[in-house]
C-alpha cells in the first residue's frame, strides 16, 4: 500500500511559477513509476507528467512541455512538480499517482491517488 499527500497549491497570477509537493509513504513505493494528473473543472482528469526515482525516464504532456518539470527526492521521499509561466488554462485540481513502471498517461495505469491540491491561475 501506498499513501500519496499532496500539498502547495494556491492561487496565483498570470505568468507566476509554482511548485506543488507529493509526500509518498508506504511500502515499495521506489519501485513505482510517479504521475501527476489535473482535473480541470467540467472536465476530464488528464495526465500532466511522470518520473521514476532515479529521473531516467520522464514524460509531459504536450501542453505542459517546456513550463513543467517533474523530479522526486528520493531522500525526502517526495515528488514535485514545478510550473512556470502558468496561464488560467493551468486552473485545475492537481494530484498525485503512483503505478507500475510499465505506466503512461491513463488514469487506470495508477493505483494509487492523493486527495489533490487546488491550483487556480487568474489572469
Known amino acids: 500500500q501506498v499513501q500519496l499527500v499532496e500539498s502547495g497549491g494556491r492561487s496565483v497570477q498570470t505568468g507566476d511559477s509554482l511548485r506543488v509537493s507529493c509526500t509518498v509513504s508506504g511500502h515499495g513505493f521506489r519501485f513505482y513509476l510517479m504521475a501527476w494528473f489535473r482535473q480541470a473543472p467540467g472536465k476530464e482528469r488528464e495526465f500532466v507528467a511522470s518520473d521514476n526515482w532515479i529521473g531516467t525516464v520522464t514524460n509531459y504532456a504536450d501542453s505542459v512541455k517546456g513550463r513543467f518539470t517533474v523530479s522526486t527526492d528520493e531522500a525526502k521521499n517526495m515528488v514535485f512538480l514545478e510550473m512556470n509561466s502558468l496561464t488560467p488554462d493551468d486552473t485545475a485540481i492537481y494530484y498525485c499517482?503512483?503505478?507500475?513502471?510499465?505506466?503512461?498517461?491513463?488514469?487506470?495505469?495508477?493505483?494509487?491517488w492523493g486527495q489533490g491540491t487546488q491550483v487556480t491561475v487568474s489572469s
Open positions: 499517482a503512483a503505478g507500475p513502471l510499465s505506466a503512461r498517461w491513463r488514469e487506470t495505469d495508477y493505483q494509487y
